[in-house]
Protein backbone atom coordinates (compact mmCIF):
# COMPACT_ATOMS: atom_id res chain seq x y z
CA UNK A 1 0.00 0.00 0.00
CA UNK A 2 2.80 2.19 0.87
CA UNK A 3 4.36 2.45 -2.85
CA UNK A 4 0.60 3.20 -4.70
CA UNK A 5 -0.13 5.37 -2.01
CA UNK A 6 3.44 7.56 -2.32
CA UNK A 7 3.14 7.96 -5.99
CA UNK A 8 -0.58 8.94 -5.83
CA UNK A 9 0.73 11.66 -3.54
CA UNK A 10 3.20 12.72 -5.84
CA UNK A 11 1.38 12.56 -8.96
CA UNK A 12 -1.04 15.13 -5.98
CA UNK A 13 1.59 17.66 -5.37
CA UNK A 14 2.49 17.80 -9.45
CA UNK A 15 -1.41 18.80 -10.22
CA UNK A 16 -1.49 21.11 -7.06
CA UNK A 17 1.12 22.94 -8.84
CA UNK A 18 -0.05 22.78 -12.32
CA UNK A 19 -3.32 24.00 -11.10
CA UNK A 20 -1.28 27.44 -8.93
CA UNK A 21 0.32 28.08 -12.63
CA UNK A 22 -3.23 27.65 -14.58
CA UNK A 23 -5.18 30.02 -12.03
CA UNK A 24 -2.19 32.45 -12.96
CA UNK A 25 -2.03 31.77 -16.40
CA UNK A 26 -6.18 32.30 -16.91
CA UNK A 27 -6.34 35.12 -14.96
CA UNK A 28 -3.37 37.15 -15.68
CA UNK A 29 -2.27 37.57 -12.24
CA UNK A 30 -5.39 39.73 -11.23
CA UNK A 31 -5.65 37.14 -7.98
CA UNK A 32 -3.94 34.66 -6.47
CA UNK A 33 -4.90 30.89 -5.90
CA UNK A 34 -5.98 31.37 -2.27
CA UNK A 35 -8.15 34.77 -3.10
CA UNK A 36 -9.84 32.70 -6.13
CA UNK A 37 -10.59 30.40 -3.56
CA UNK A 38 -12.03 32.35 -0.48
CA UNK A 39 -14.37 34.18 -3.64
CA UNK A 40 -15.24 30.66 -4.59
CA UNK A 41 -16.59 29.91 -1.35
CA UNK A 42 -18.52 32.75 -0.70
CA UNK A 43 -19.71 32.40 -3.85
CA UNK A 44 -21.41 28.94 -3.11
CA UNK A 45 -21.68 29.34 0.73
CA UNK A 46 -23.22 33.10 1.15
CA UNK A 47 -22.10 35.04 3.56
CA UNK A 48 -19.25 34.09 6.18
CA UNK A 49 -17.14 34.23 9.03
CA UNK A 50 -13.19 33.94 8.16
CA UNK A 51 -13.29 31.25 10.55
CA UNK A 52 -15.98 29.49 9.27
CA UNK A 53 -14.08 29.72 5.85
CA UNK A 54 -10.78 28.82 7.61
CA UNK A 55 -12.55 25.45 8.67
CA UNK A 56 -13.77 24.60 5.01
CA UNK A 57 -10.29 25.38 3.89
CA UNK A 58 -8.23 23.74 6.56
CA UNK A 59 -6.14 26.48 7.20
CA UNK A 60 -5.63 28.70 10.08
CA UNK A 61 -8.24 32.01 10.64
CA UNK A 62 -5.11 34.41 10.49
CA UNK A 63 -4.12 32.99 7.21
CA UNK A 64 -7.64 33.66 6.06
CA UNK A 65 -8.20 37.06 7.64
CA UNK A 66 -5.24 38.08 5.13
CA UNK A 67 -6.66 37.26 2.44
CA UNK A 68 -10.23 38.67 2.70
CA UNK A 69 -8.18 41.55 3.81
CA UNK A 70 -6.62 41.71 0.59
CA UNK A 71 -10.40 40.66 -1.04
CA UNK A 72 -11.46 44.01 0.63
CA UNK A 73 -9.12 46.12 -0.23
CA UNK A 74 -9.92 45.28 -4.01
CA UNK A 75 -14.04 46.16 -3.23
CA UNK A 76 -14.79 42.18 -3.90
CA UNK A 77 -16.00 41.72 -0.14
CA UNK A 78 -17.76 43.24 2.31
CA UNK A 79 -17.89 42.92 6.27
CA UNK A 80 -21.76 43.15 7.45
CA UNK A 81 -22.73 42.64 10.93
CA UNK A 82 -23.29 38.87 12.21
CA UNK A 83 -26.32 38.92 14.46
CA UNK A 84 -24.94 35.34 15.89
CA UNK A 85 -21.43 36.83 17.02
CA UNK A 86 -20.88 40.42 17.40
CA UNK A 87 -17.00 40.16 17.18
CA UNK A 88 -16.81 37.92 14.19
CA UNK A 89 -18.59 39.87 10.95
CA UNK A 90 -19.98 38.48 7.80
CA UNK A 91 -18.07 38.68 4.65
CA UNK A 92 -20.38 39.06 1.22
CA UNK A 93 -19.25 39.18 -2.00
CA UNK A 94 -19.52 42.79 -3.51
CA UNK A 95 -21.34 43.22 -7.14
CA UNK A 96 -17.82 43.68 -8.26
CA UNK A 97 -16.68 40.06 -6.44
CA UNK A 98 -19.50 38.39 -8.17
CA UNK A 99 -18.59 40.01 -11.51
CA UNK A 100 -14.89 39.01 -10.77
CA UNK A 101 -16.02 35.26 -9.60
CA UNK A 102 -18.67 34.71 -12.65
CA UNK A 103 -15.78 35.53 -15.15
CA UNK A 104 -13.20 33.22 -13.18
CA UNK A 105 -15.18 30.49 -13.09
CA UNK A 106 -16.50 30.79 -16.97
CA UNK A 107 -13.21 31.05 -17.93
CA UNK A 108 -12.01 27.87 -16.09
CA UNK A 109 -15.07 25.96 -17.36
CA UNK A 110 -14.01 26.70 -20.62
CA UNK A 111 -10.04 25.73 -20.00
CA UNK A 112 -11.53 22.34 -18.37
CA UNK A 113 -13.88 21.38 -20.97
CA UNK A 114 -10.99 22.03 -23.50
CA UNK A 115 -8.77 19.92 -21.73
CA UNK A 116 -10.73 17.53 -19.84
CA UNK A 117 -13.91 17.18 -22.04
CA UNK A 118 -13.45 14.29 -23.66
CA UNK A 119 -12.51 12.24 -20.23
CA UNK A 120 -15.42 10.17 -18.84
CA UNK A 121 -17.73 12.03 -16.31
CA UNK A 122 -18.11 8.80 -14.43
CA UNK A 123 -14.09 8.05 -14.06
CA UNK A 124 -14.05 11.58 -13.35
CA UNK A 125 -16.19 11.55 -10.36
CA UNK A 126 -15.12 7.88 -9.16
CA UNK A 127 -11.26 9.95 -8.70
CA UNK A 128 -12.82 12.76 -6.88
CA UNK A 129 -14.46 10.05 -4.95
CA UNK A 130 -11.59 8.18 -4.07
CA UNK A 131 -9.54 11.64 -3.27
CA UNK A 132 -12.72 12.87 -0.74
CA UNK A 133 -11.78 9.76 1.08
CA UNK A 134 -8.30 10.08 1.10
CA UNK A 135 -8.92 13.53 2.41
CA UNK A 136 -11.23 12.80 5.06
CA UNK A 137 -8.87 9.55 6.18
CA UNK A 138 -6.08 11.79 6.57
Not at 25 to 40: D, F, K, N, T, Y
Not at 61 to 72: K, P
Not at 90 to 108: F, K, M, N, Q
Not at 116 to 131: K, P
Request: a neutral charge.
Amino acid sequence: MCEPAWSLFDELRRLHNRLLQIVEELHGGALSAPQRAVLEYLHEHGPSTVPAVARSRNVSRQHIQGIVNSLAEQKWVDATANAAHRRSPLYVLTDSGRTVIADVLARETDYLADRLGDLDAAQLRAAAQVLSSIRHRL
